[in-house]
């Protein structure tokens, strides 16, 4: 998934516009990647409307629901814990209710209830709209579960709350799971078969965030590039589709042309995509439109052919730098970035290599890196020996990190002497009287405040830079205002 919008929203407290009318309190906390955050806005505007305005203050919540992640062992430990802060303060408010939600509710089903006891309801991915349900079967006492995975639900008839907006930026789901099994990934078991959204209600919501004031869009989905609408289904079940239903079908390239025509003057981006299915269609369809943001997240995993095979990938080594070539040629001022696995079962030390070649070969602007971690019900964790040991997976991912960072520090210094268009997102972190904002390929521009405002675009000409952040000073605002 978008891993830089899991950076920037990792582990936070959201909040919702309240409602007069509703008394109950709701605190919410989303971990993982970013579609556990669009999930949470729709847990959000559910239970709005039966109740609930949410809080910040965690011991005055009457319901306290935590969105979690299963992507690593680190992300449910990290649950475990908040589980722990959630108890110590349940003991001074019995009557607060606990609900876990997301994929590690699915992957664990009633152990849940039975390992963590504070919890009183567990709930998947697919299943947010009985929520008021279970919530009544708690209030009577017993706990509540419902983890059934959809083959239709895309949540596409809800409004969702925009949590913690700044008002500027959002996210809009266009798909749902996935249908690519990776050995090592446990998103297909948590989030189910893969299925796309009806188009017209991805449009009418894109139409709402512009009427709001919304400057940006991130089109959102564990493989957005297999995007397909016929008229509803699983993607499997094209091949039956009628003619006609073919012949009208909505795929990746067609949707994202037709959000950039009907939105000229908003920013798009999109994540996630996997090599496999990304076709030279949408990078065609990327460079022709100035508002489609030219930054590509290619996770790769690794260099190796072997690996990859083992990793059940479905491209080769020759077949990704294929097309991280295609996207050189046709879209030059891309940036792209990557996800890389150290330490899967059975990696020697050549196909280690093979990583580090390929990161020389693209090169790339920034990337996520973790050495691996068996998950229980993947093939990897049922059929494949963890047999890397722990201090070469350190070593290993460290050295692609190191490299990583020599990459990122020369596409930065790239953009020295030239003007980027940065839209305004927030106060640079470092300094009150600097703006923050990302450039077209999603890198982070600071810049003075001057007379520019939130959600300006304005061009910034940048004077230095660091390996993840470009420093400059605006010259004017762009055309996109």
């Not at 959630?86 to 939600?101: E, H, I, Q, W």
């Not at 006492?141 to 995975?149: E, F, H, K, Q, T």
């Not at 990704?320 to 020697?348: H, V, W």
Request: glycine letters at 6%.
């Amino acid at each position: 998934m978008e891993k830089e919008i899991d950076e920037q929203l990792q582990g936070q407290s959201l909040v919702l516009d309240t409602k007069i009318e509703n008394t109950k309190k709701l605190y919410i906390e989303s971990y993982g990647c970013a579609m556990n955050f669009s999930d949470s806005e729709i847990v959000a505007s559910i239970l709005s409307n039966n109740g609930y305005n949410t809080t910040q203050v965690l011991e005055e919540a009457d319901l306290v629901l935590v969105n979690t992640c299963s992507i690593r062992d680190k992300a449910e430990q990290t649950i475990r814990k908040r589980l722990e802060k959630y108890n110590a303060v349940k003991r001074t408010n019995p009557s607060m209710k606990v609900g876990v939600l997301g994929c590690m509710a699915e992957r664990l089903k009633e152990k849940f209830l039975d390992e963590e006891k504070i919890v009183d309801m567990v709930v998947g991915p697919d299943a947010y709209k009985d929520l008021p349900n279970l919530l009544a079967e708690v209030e009577e006492g017993r706990d509540a579960i419902n983890v059934i995975l959809s083959k239709e639900e895309t949540y596409g008839d809800i409004s969702p709350v925009r949590l913690m907006s700044n008002g500027i930026t959002a996210l809009v789901s266009i798909t749902r799971g996935c249908d690519n099994m990776c050995t090592f990934c446990v998103v297909p078991f948590t989030r189910g078969r893969e299925r796309s959204r009806e188009p017209q209600s991805i449009m009418a919501e894109i139409q709402d965030l512009w009427d709001k004031g919304f400057k940006e869009i991130t089109l959102l989905g564990q493989n957005v590039d297999s995007y397909l609408w016929y008229g509803g289904g699983l993607k499997k079940d094209f091949v039956n589709a009628s003619e006609m239903q073919k012949a009208t079908s909505v795929d990746f390239d067609n949707l994202l042309e037709m959000v950039a025509v009907a939105f000229p003057k908003m920013r798009i981006r999109f994540s996630t995509s996997n090599p496999q299915d990304m076709h030279e269609s949408v990078l065609h369809v990327i460079a022709k439109y100035p508002n489609i943001c030219k930054h590509i997240h290619l996770p790769v995993q690794s260099g190796s052919n072997r690996i990859l095979k083992e990793m059940n990938r479905l491209h080769t080594r020759e077949e990704y730098m294929t097309l991280i070539d295609k996207i050189k040629t046709i879209i030059p001022e891309s940036s792209i970035s990557q996800d890389m696995i150290a330490g899967f079962p059975t990696e020697t030390e050549e196909d280690h290599q093979d990583t580090l070649s390929l990161m020389e070969y693209v090169k790339y602007s920034f990337g996520y890196m973790y050495s691996y971690s068996e998950r229980p019900g993947t093939l990897a964790g049922r059929k494949m020996e963890d047999d890397v040991p722990e201090e070469t997976k350190a070593r290993r991912l460290q050295e692609i990190v190191d490299l990583q960072q020599k990459h990122a520090w020369q596409r930065s210094e790239e953009f020295i002497g030239k003007t980027v268009e940065v839209l305004i997102e927030k106060l640079s972190k470092k300094s009150k009287e600097e703006f923050s904002g990302r450039n077209s390929q999603s890198i982070t521009v600071v810049f003075p405040k001057e007379n520019y405002k939130i959600g300006d675009f304005v061009n910034v000409k940048i004077e230095s830079c660091t390996s993840g952040t470009l420093k400059g000073v605006a010259v004017g605002y762009s055309d996109m205002n």
